[in-house]
């Protein structure tokens, strides 16, 4: 029924999506998914939307020198 509740209004949902990758010796693990996260947060009321929980994995390929990186396998 809250569904259905849902439907009638909007048929709208945001993903926020951000990598985890390091930010230098200071900056947080998630900063990307983070900042993600709030503007999706913001931006869903204005257009009435659904926010999902944050997906909080990308590769960052430029960053493979640095401890914790995820890498893509060609």
Do not use: W
Request: glycine share 10%; hydrophobic share 45%.
């Amino acid at each position: 029924m809250e569904v259905q509740a849902y439907l009638r209004k909007t048929d709208g949902i945001l993903i926020p999506t951000g990598s985890i990758e390091q930010h230098g010796p200071m900056g947080l693990i998630g900063t990307d998914m983070l900042c993600a996260d709030d503007i999706a947060t913001a931006a869903a009321e204005n257009v009435n939307a659904m926010v999902a929980p944050p997906f909080a994995y990308a590769p960052a390929e430029f960053n493979m020198g640095f401890a914790g990186g995820v890498v893509r396998q060609t």
